[in-house]
């Protein structure tokens, strides 16, 4: 017998089966192909860096799920996931990245033997394929197929309290990150050499929760490269006089608790003072006004309101929710914290909150890990402070 790996015990996952599978009978399906290694790991424990090949896990309504993938992962799914041996299927090497066959044939065989008649695939997806879809619809002429992008994704957006628990460690692994980069940037040191030790703070963790790897990489700008938000570090020297943004987020068993610091070395000019003090507000606004009950874009509204009042103009998404993730992608892309998403906030979804401004070379952005609570006020993970670091 292997022994599991699992960050949960069995009732957590009943309730996670349980709820997709209500959501499945809502929408007519007696099947559902989950290619979305965040919704795979969710629904039954799988982690593991696979998600370069084709692969899924099949939600059925009246068994337990089955996990299919290359056979050189099946170990690595029967240690990792809840459901007996069994339930892990695997297709040989050959159907990788081949011109002559595809792993999606082997899928069907599968599906058919099961009884499918109506299957729902997550469409819009990093993991799903135009080809995988094609070649589905091409192998399996008699069963029905329903776009499921987001069906899983909505379940998972209020967090359990062991899931709680965990964010809480990456929240002080996101910290401790944070922290080691302000004792080590300074003017002269390249930028890659500060990276090297965030990964080392990343990877370390803190005491009773070592790091995981990021789904994203840390992304740092400064200078007049302030202006583009999302590059990532380089060689160069940091220079005095000038911004520097860090965005990262640490990890605890694929949970995530995002956090975005600003540092200037040297003094601070006026101009950036008074952006740092309207990216404080808003901030603040867009946290007080997140509250359960109430539609996402309050938050967007109250935001970009106190942006308005300090002179200054915002628009777009200032947040999205976050928690369990694999590489590309940080979020859980379902709700949008901008002003046109009417999605009702609920105790104990968690979001990532960003404030900033971009203007004439000054940059300044700062975003926290937030959770709705069931009165009052978002509760903030971090304790840090939310301006401008200064560092002279």
Same mark, same amino acid.
């Given at each position: ?75 690595? *799914? ?43 695939? /997550? ?6 394929? *135009? ?45 401790? @990150?944070? /922290? ?16 090297? /030790? ?41 220079? *005095? ?111 990532? @909150? ?17 959770? @709705? ?5 978002? /509760? ?13």
């Amino acid at each position: 017998m292997i022994a599991k790996r699992l960050p949960f015990d069995q009732a957590e996952y009943d309730r996670r089966l349980l709820m997709t599978r209500m959501a499945m009978a809502l929408a007519g399906l007696d099947a559902l192909y989950v290619s979305d290694p965040s919704n795979m790991a969710w629904l039954t424990g799988y982690d593991a860096w696979t998600f370069n090949v084709h692969q899924g896990v099949v939600v059925l309504q009246d068994a337990d799920p089955i996990w299919w993938g290359r056979d050189h992962d099946c170990e690595g *799914a029967r240690r990792t996931v809840w459901m007996p041996d069994a339930c892990v299927i695997g297709y040989v090497d050959g159907f990788v990245q081949s011109t002559q066959q595809h792993p999606m044939e082997d899928l069907a065989r599968h599906l058919d033997g099961m009884g499918v008649q109506n299957l729902g695939v /997550e469409m819009d997806n990093y993991y799903f394929s *135009a080809k995988a879809f094609s070649v589905l619809l091409q192998t399996l002429p008699n069963i029905g197929f329903a776009d499921a992008t987001g069906m899983v994704n909505l379940q998972r957006l209020i967090k359990s309290a062991p899931e709680i628990a965990f964010m809480r460690k990456a929240t002080a692994i996101s910290e401790r @990150i944070i /922290e080691g980069f302000i004792e080590r940037v300074d003017v002269g040191v390249p930028k890659n050499a500060v990276i090297a /030790e965030v990964y080392r703070d990343a990877m370390r963790g803190v005491e009773g929760a070592g790091g995981d790897y990021p789904a994203v990489a840390p992304m740092l700008v400064s200078a007049l490269d302030g202006a583009a938000p999302n590059l990532n570090w380089n060689e160069e020297p940091f220079v *005095a006089d000038k911004a520097t943004t860090l965005k990262i987020s640490g990890c605890y068993r694929r949970y995530h608790a995002p956090l975005t610091q600003t540092i200037f070395l040297g003094t601070p000019p006026d101009q950036m003072k008074r952006i740092e003090a309207a990216v404080v507000d808003g901030l603040e606004a867009g946290i007080d006004a997140a509250h359960a009950g109430e539609p996402a874009s309050n938050v967007a509204n109250a935001l970009a309101g106190s942006m308005e009042r300090a002179g200054f103009e915002w628009s777009g998404r200032c947040g999205y929710p976050v928690g369990l993730s694999y590489p590309p992608d940080l979020g859980e892309r379902t709700i949008s914290l901008w002003a046109n998403d009417d999605s009702v906030l609920e105790p104990n979804m968690t979001f990532q @909150i960003t404030s900033g401004l971009w203007i004439d070379g000054f940059a300044v952005e700062i975003a926290e890990c937030i959770r @709705i609570t069931q009165d009052g006020a978002a /509760e903030v993970f971090s304790n840090r402070q939310k301006g401008i670091i200064v560092k002279a």
